[in-house]
């Protein structure tokens, strides 16, 4: 993942959080939230992740080891939940979306600090049970896994979509 030690102090996280929450947001609903995952927490967040696959078919030792060390690749992970509150006015799909800016908006924090991040998903989001050992309610989902760090090397450019064919004149 490319993303060392330090990662954000205490400090430095709660204002990287304060300015990925300045997202567009219909209603000022607030349907996201974050959890923190660093320091030893990693190691209980990772242990709590193995214990849901441990006893999953086609599980091996090299498996589960790796799951025991899964918050430990990035000295920090923020986990950004989002979390819709019914609404007659703001739809389910635009507070999903405002979650989504959130990630990317603490990832351009994170740089502008002079660290870098990371936004993934991997299995735990898509897994109901490692939601559940994550402490997720039923109507919330992970909108991100956005691991935090110092680059130990620059971001690779890699090849892009092609714009001018996504764009068209109505
Ligand atoms: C919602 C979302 C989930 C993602 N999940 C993953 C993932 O689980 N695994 C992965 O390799 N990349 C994932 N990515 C892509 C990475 O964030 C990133 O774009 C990719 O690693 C390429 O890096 P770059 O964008 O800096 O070139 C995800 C992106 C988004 C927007």
Not at 67 to 92: D, I, L, Q, Y
Request: hydrophobic share 45%; aromatic share 8%; net charge neutral.
């Amino acid at each position: 993942m490319h993303l060392a030690a330090p990662g954000p102090n205490a400090e430095e996280l709660d204002a990287l959080i304060k300015l990925a929450a300045r997202v567009p947001d219909h209603g000022k609903l607030g349907p996201w939230r974050f959890v923190v995952i660093d320091g030893e927490a990693r190691d209980r967040a990772s242990a709590a992740l193995e214990q849901v696959i441990r006893n999953d078919e086609g599980v091996d030792d090299a498996r589960r080891d790796f799951v025991r060390g899964w918050f430990n690749r990035a000295p920090t992970c923020v986990m950004v939940v989002s979390s819709p509150r019914p609404s007659p006015k703001v739809p389910e799909w635009e507070q999903i979306l405002s979650a989504g800016a959130v990630c990317f908006n603490l990832i351009l924090a994170a740089h502008a600090l002079g660290f870098a991040g990371s936004w993934l998903t991997e299995w735990p989001t898509f897994d109901e049970r490692a939601r559940t050992a994550l402490g997720l309610a039923s109507q919330e989902r992970v909108a991100g896994f956005v691991y935090l760090g110092t680059p130990t090397k620059g971001a690779a450019e890699r090849v892009r979509a092609d714009v001018s064919a996504r764009i068209s004149r109505y």
